[in-house]
């Protein structure tokens, strides 16, 4: 893959942005990296606080074939790609929470917003948005975030002393840290490509936060608690509530119990 990296100032959102050049015909590869973005978008129609310079805020143009209803492959490939990335780097190990957030130290480090459009059979482009905090302190986080977010500056700041003695320390170059999410997603990309979805997902099992753990999900306006035993095909949870019932969750927020 030829990445094609533009780097802007102050943007939109790069989602929306990449997504226009997507409709305009711009190539699998397109790459837009912006340092402030005015209205960064998170999923579920949630704001997503992208402060001056203190992140990556990117989004990729690809064009898979695959069937828009494998689509959840690709967010899963982002985020193996990203926890590869961060442990290339920066030295950090980080987890994943289901279905996409990246977590270090049990606090939001990095979110992925997959967008698409598709017909019945066909995807005709995806936008892979990736947000993740770098140079935060915790007051640059909303007061909403606060306490949910962490930066990778603040991750280290915290544990120097054992980041050290672990040998494990590498300080954050963020021009680094974005070529190596580029060369990661590229490599997880080919696998989707080529259909090692099983591949793919073995490590995001390796890395989730969620298995065997008690999670509570929202459905049909009820709240249901239960035991996380899976991942579906689909990459939804497989969720065996109190009763025995089981329950595939393919979407909406879930909150991780105890
Ligand atoms: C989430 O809610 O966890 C997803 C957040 C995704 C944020 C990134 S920042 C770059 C790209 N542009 C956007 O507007 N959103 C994504």
Redesign the pocket.
Known sequence: MQWDVTLLEFV?????Y?KSLAIEGAKEGTVII?ET?K??????G?V?D?ADGK?????LILRPSISPQSMLIITQAASVAIINALTETVGVNAFIKWP??IMISNK?L????TEMSAEADLVNYV?L???INIYHSKEDFSDGIKDKAISLQMYQDMNKDDIIKSKMFKPIERDQLISSILMNIEDQYKKVIEGKSEEILTDWKRHSLMLDKRITFEKDNCYITGVVQGISNNGGLIVVCDSGIRHEVIYGEITLQG
Do not use: E, F
Not at 110 to 113: A, N, S, W
């Open positions: 939109d959102s790069t989602n929306s990449a912006a973005q209205n960064g978008r998170g999923r579920l949630r997503w992208s992140g990556i805020w990117m989004s996409n957030d939001k990095c979110g992925i917003l936008i948005g990736v947000g």
